[in-house]
């Protein structure tokens, strides 16, 4: 095989957005997948408003708007078979524009980000697993694997850019995840059909054992994610459990009252894991690789994108400069924590609040009665609005504020009924 200025190993949104960034900047790019393509994934299929600018960068935007993606406009909540609260999300900072996110199928995401990749004649080599590393005086400078044919490769390149996920070969091979002593949560995803929700929102409902994710993705069709503790699954089978707990839910089986899940569930396990830096030149690691946050606020294909989009800046530089060694290319790590470390740090906050149910409660009280803290966290967790708005003192001194005194004349809601906060526009 022949040489390549970058490798970039896995086709999911973070490899094929860091290819075709790449591509766009002039250099040789290799994408390989192990699967063929389209394929489908475990995923929220939720793409929060701060990707659009980044998916029109990548030349995809028009390709996303005619597969007819269904829009939201913002977040549903609910604790614990009580309190309900739907929160609008605001306009972006010095703007009264109206804000949505993206709701499509993964597999229609991944193929247009394919497409694309085949558009710009990229070198896309379907079924080739890549199972180790080449390294040269301790950089990495290829890789190598078989082909579903069973035939060995290997190929070089400048740079070898890792976006396998949570498996992907960099981690195993480098042992770069942390270890944890956290119970280890599992996420379970199927589609439904004739299920018509009654709000272009996306829906989570939070209650023993764990919590949901729902998606209108087309018309009549939602996609549902359960996430639990692995533990409480114990020894039933995956979709037995999945339909009891998503309509064990009363709220949630309201919902779904009309519907029917469509396929076993898919399911991927080990959300929530740190991986240590990366401790030799040559290898950049970009999406889930990187480490993955829950999903609860953790929006995995903004953070894919955005993490491609940052890596094949530091990329190009590099490979401009000739400077591939670690040195080199530990800015795009430190470009990303700085980026995203107040993010996940409020994805931490959050998992602590919501399995308790008092605390969960007594934070969706507090947002209800005070709509700017609501409207300022949907807007950080659609990414759009930055994290240190919410960590930080002045937004936890108006949340104890709100929490123990009265600051407006509406009393608190009955714990069964439903609120909607207001679209009017509140200053950010």
């Given at each position: 095989?022949?040489?390549?200025?970058?490798?970039?190993?896995?086709?999911?949104?973070?490899?094929?957005?860091?290819?075709?960034?790449?591509?766009?900047?002039?250099?040789?790019?290799?994408?390989?997948?192990?699967?063929?393509?389209?394929?489908?994934?475990?995923?929220?299929?939720?793409?929060?408003?701060?990707?659009?600018?980044?998916?029109?960068?990548?030349?995809?935007?028009?390709?996303?708007?005619?597969?007819?993606?269904?829009?939201?406009?913002?977040?549903?909540?609910?604790?614990?078979?009580?309190?309900?609260?739907?929160?609008?999300?605001?306009?972006?900072?010095?703007?009264?524009?109206?804000?949505?996110?993206?709701?499509?199928?993964r597999k229609c995401l991944d193929t247009i980000l394919a497409r694309q990749v085949t558009d710009l004649?990229?070198?896309?080599?379907?079924?080739?697993?890549?199972?180790?590393?080449?390294?040269?005086?301790?950089?990495?400078?290829?890789?190598?694997?078989?082909?579903?044919?069973?035939?060995?490769?290997?190929?070089?390149?400048?740079?070898?850019?890792?976006?396998?996920?949570?498996?992907?070969?960099?981690?195993?091979?480098?042992?770069?995840?942390?270890?944890?002593?956290?119970?280890?949560?599992?996420?379970?995803?199927?589609?439904?059909?004739?299920?018509?929700?009654?709000?272009?929102?996306?829906?989570?409902?939070?209650?023993?054992?764990?919590?949901?994710?729902?998606?209108?993705?087309?018309?009549?069709?939602?996609?549902?994610?359960?996430?639990?503790?692995?533990?409480?699954?114990?020894?039933?089978?995956?979709?037995?459990?999945?339909?009891?707990?998503?309509?064990?839910?009363?709220?949630?089986?309201?919902?779904?009252?009309?519907?029917?899940?469509?396929?076993?569930?898919?399911?991927?396990?080990?959300?929530?894991?740190?991986?240590?830096?990366?401790?030799?030149?040559?290898?950049?690691?970009?999406?889930?690789?990187?480490?993955?946050?829950?999903?609860?606020?953790?929006?995995?294909?903004?953070?894919?994108?955005?993490?491609?989009?940052?890596?094949?800046?530091?990329?190009?530089?590099?490979?401009?400069?000739?400077?591939?060694?670690?040195?080199?290319?530990?800015?795009?790590?430190?470009?990303?924590?700085?980026?995203?470390?107040?993010?996940?740090?409020?994805?931490?906050?959050?998992?602590?609040?919501?399995?308790?149910?008092?605390?969960?409660?007594?934070?969706?009280?507090?947002?209800?009665?005070?709509?700017?803290?609501?409207?300022?966290?949907?807007?950080?967790?659609?990414?759009?609005?930055?994290?240190?708005?919410?960590?930080?003192?002045?937004?936890?001194?108006?949340?104890?504020?709100?929490?123990?005194?009265?600051?407006?004349?509406?009393?608190?809601?009955?714990?069964?009924?439903?609120?909607?906060?207001?679209?009017?526009?509140?200053?950010?």
């Amino acid at each position: 095989m022949k040489s390549y200025d970058a490798i970039v190993i896995g086709a999911g949104p973070a490899g094929t957005a860091t290819a075709i960034f790449l591509k766009q900047k002039g250099h040789r790019v290799l994408l390989l997948d192990q699967a063929r393509f389209p394929r489908d994934k475990v995923c929220g299929e939720f793409i929060s408003p701060a990707a659009d600018p980044v998916l029109k960068d990548l030349g995809v935007w028009s390709s996303i708007l005619d597969s007819n993606p269904v829009r939201l406009s913002g977040v549903y909540l609910s604790a614990y078979n009580k309190r309900e609260l739907g929160i609008p999300y605001p306009s972006v900072p010095g703007s009264w524009e109206n804000v949505s996110s993206l709701s499509l199928p993964r597999k229609c995401l991944d193929t247009i980000l394919a497409r694309q990749v085949t558009d710009l004649g990229i070198d896309f080599f379907q079924g080739y697993k890549v199972d180790d590393l080449v390294f040269s005086n301790g950089n990495v400078t290829g890789v190598k694997g078989w082909d579903d044919n069973k035939t060995k490769f290997e190929t070089h390149a400048k740079v070898v850019i890792d976006a396998g996920g949570r498996n992907s070969i960099s981690l195993r091979r480098l042992n770069l995840i942390k270890k944890t002593r956290k119970s280890q949560k599992i996420a379970m995803a199927a589609h439904w059909s004739h299920v018509h929700l009654p709000k272009n929102l996306c829906y989570m409902h939070i209650s023993h054992p764990g919590y949901t994710g729902i998606s209108q993705v087309g018309e009549g069709l939602a996609n549902i994610v359960l996430v639990v503790d692995s533990k409480d699954i114990d020894k039933q089978s995956v979709p037995d459990y999945y339909q009891s707990t998503v309509l064990g839910n009363s709220l949630r089986a309201e919902l779904l009252k009309t519907g029917s899940m469509m396929e076993s569930p898919r399911t991927i396990a080990s959300l929530g894991f740190e991986v240590k830096p990366v401790p030799c030149g040559g290898l950049v690691l970009v999406g889930d690789a990187m480490g993955f946050i829950d999903p609860f606020t953790g929006e995995g294909i903004y953070l894919a994108l955005r993490s491609a989009q940052l890596a094949s800046q530091t990329v190009d530089e590099s490979i401009k400069t000739g400077k591939l060694d670690k040195t080199g290319l530990d800015s795009y790590f430190l470009k990303r924590e700085n980026e995203f470390r107040k993010k996940f740090q409020l994805s931490k906050i959050l998992q602590v609040l919501i399995y308790n149910p008092v605390l969960c409660d007594h934070v969706l009280r507090v947002l209800t009665k005070n709509p700017y803290l609501a409207k300022t966290l949907v807007g950080v967790i659609g990414d759009y609005i930055p994290a240190d708005r919410v960590i930080s003192f002045k937004f936890l001194y108006s949340f104890l504020k709100s929490f123990l005194f009265k600051q407006h004349k509406e009393a608190c809601l009955p714990p069964t009924s439903f609120k909607t906060i207001s679209s009017g526009r509140d200053a950010l």
